[in-house]
């Protein structure tokens, strides 16, 4: 077995959370590296943003909030199905739990293995595991667009489907007025990048280039600070394109050479270490990442579903 600690399994150190005021009742809560999450208030009620691992994990982001705004949460936003981003949800006792259809499609197919895959992955993140009623299940899905009227001046919260990216299923929330763009997991503006259930080709290019779109001036990632002014918005997305184009050149020329998976590995980590190699979950996060874009490119469009002990087999195969 390898000798490096299992993938976040030895990351046990507690994270300093901090809830930012990106506008008026528009907030954000980030966390050196952990999930982040978000909140906008409408004139008599709050959208959130991700729900954390657990229950548990999640009320102490509410105790945060509830220091802002006494409104009740109406809407729950799941960018995606990931464990860490859904778990939590029953804490929020929220109207309505939105979600991409393609997210209700991969809970179904999936959910009980990725919760069991991140809870060996990322153990710190679950704290009281056993709070969790069971699988998160969205009350209301869409394609492409959802629109939330926040009322009186407040404007609107459009949620969007630009493409498929960290997931098949991603969305985005986004303030027109505000120019605040919270992108979950398809923007990283500190933080390496977890692809392992990705399509690497359509993020790095249309989803990317959709986001790239909006013009937004702040942006809140899946991990990592917000990126504030357009400039700095700018930067997040070409360097998380910048990650998934690298993956792609290497993963690739070692394929068309009938190199192998491991060698794959080794090139990727060597091209993007001295860039990303000290952010947060870099180590982490790059074996399966280069496992998932090496069989993409073999022709596997829909990933494999990682289990606990595939997740481990893979771990052992390529830090030896």
């Known amino acids: 077995m390898s000798s490096k600690p299992f993938a976040s399994s030895a990351d046990l150190a507690a994270k300093d959370q901090t809830l930012e005021v990106l506008a008026e009742g528009v907030y954000a809560l980030t966390a050196e590296g952990d999930p982040n999450l978000g909140a906008i208030e409408g004139e008599d009620f709050v ?8 229950p548990v994990a999640a009320r102490r982001w509410l105790a945060m909030l509830r220091e802002h705004t006494d409104k009740p949460v109406k809407y729950l936003v799941l960018s995606h199905y990931h464990a860490v981003r859904v778990l939590g949800a029953s804490a929020f006792d929220a109207e309505v739990i939105v979600a991409h259809e393609q997210t209700k499609v991969l809970i179904a197919e999936r959910g009980e293995q990725d919760w069991a895959s991140e809870y060996g992955r990322m153990p710190r993140l679950f704290d009281q595991p056993e709070s969790i009623p069971g699988l998160t299940w969205p009350t209301a899905t869409f394609s492409d667009r959802f629109t939330i009227d926040l009322g009186g001046e407040r404007g609107e919260l459009v949620l969007q489907h630009l493409g498929r990216g960290h997931t098949a299923g991603d969305i985005v929330a986004w303030l027109p007025k505000q ?36 013009g937004a001036e702040q942006l809140v990632g ?45 090139a990727t980590h060597a091209a993007l270490s001295p860039q990303f190699g000290k952010w947060p979950i870099f180590e982490h996060c790059l074996p399966f990442d280069v496992a998932r874009l090496w069989e993409e490119l073999a022709g596997t469009d829909w990933p494999t579903i990682w289990t606990a002990e595939r997740d481990r087999e893979i771990w052992a195969r390529l830090q030896d």
């Open 47 to 54: 959208v959130c943003f991700e729900a954390l691992a657990t």
């Open 222 to 266: 899946g991990r990592g600070a917000v990126a504030q002014g357009a400039g700095a918005v700018s930067a997040a997305i070409e360097q998380t394109r910048g990650f998934l184009t690298t993956m792609i050149d290497e993963v690739g020329s070692v394929q068309a050479r009938g190199g192998t998976l491991k060698e794959a590995f080794e």
């Open 179 to 214: 120019k605040i763009l919270f992108a979950g997991d398809l923007v990283e503006a500190q933080a390496a990048l977890y692809t392992g259930d990705a399509f690497h080709r359509d993020w790095s290019g249309a989803t990317l280039d959709g986001i790239a779109a909006l």
